[in-house]
Every structure is written in structure tokens, then in C-alpha cells.
């Protein structure tokens, strides 16, 4: 029997992190993984939306329709995008956050 080879064109599924030592949070990282794409594309849409005004993890979780103690599905699309360079945390803060803007506001903004 030969077994199916993976779509060699098809983008690698991202990386989701877990928790190591715990069953459950491999499980859940495992669930997500598939849907980690989008949920980043939405995140970084959201920020686009806000322009020179920016926005904080705990509005950008309210404008996607994630409850505020979803915030850390945020942090981890938010690190993602600033790894890639296409988001930057600002040295403005709003009700205690920092806020942030896609690369391009910040190039515009002089950050």
C-alpha cells in the first residue's frame, strides 16, 4: 500500500504553540492549527482598519468578536505579524496597552 504523499504546493500549516507537558493544550493547538491563518489575516485586517489611530490587543479582541479572556489568541497573531515585519507596536500606550499599526502606517507616521 502506498501511502498519500502531502500537496507539495499547499502552504505548510503554521506553527501554534502549546504547552508541552500538557495533553490539553497540545489538543487545543492541534484544533487550531488549521484556522491559525485566517485568524491571523483577521488580526492584521483589524489593525489595517484602525490606520494612524491604531489599536490595543483588548480592542482588537473586541472589533474580531473574541471575548476579552481571548485575549492571548491576540498575542500570539499579533508576535506572529511583528516576527514577519508587517505590524509595529508603538511606543503609545491607551488604557494601559501599546498600540499598534501595520508596518506601512508606521513608515508613513515615521515610527
Same mark, same amino acid.
Given at each position: ?17 502549546? %504547552?508541552?507537558?500538557?495533553? #490539553?493544550? !497540545?489538543? =487545543? ?10 485568524? &491571523? $489575516? ?27 479572556? %481571548?485575549?492571548?489568541?491576540? #498575542?500570539? !497573531?499579533? =508576535? ?10 508603538? &511606543? $503609545? ?19
Amino acid at each position: 500500500m502506498i501511502a498519500a504523499q502531502p500537496d507539495l504546493f499547499a502552504p505548510p500549516l503554521p506553527a501554534v504553540p502549546y %504547552q508541552r507537558k500538557s495533553p #490539553t493544550s !497540545r489538543a =487545543a493547538a492541534d484544533r487550531e492549527r488549521p484556522h491559525a491563518n485566517n485568524h &491571523e $489575516r483577521d488580526v492584521f485586517n483589524a489593525i489595517a482598519a484602525a490606520g494612524e489611530h491604531g489599536i490595543t490587543r483588548k480592542e482588537l479582541a473586541a472589533e474580531i468578536g473574541w471575548a476579552e479572556n %481571548q485575549q492571548n489568541r491576540i #498575542t500570539g !497573531r499579533v =508576535a506572529s505579524l511583528i516576527a514577519k515585519g508587517s505590524v509595529v507596536e508603538t &511606543e $503609545r500606550r491607551r488604557d494601559g496597552s501599546r498600540v499598534l499599526v501595520t508596518a506601512g502606517v508606521a513608515a508613513r507616521m515615521g515610527l
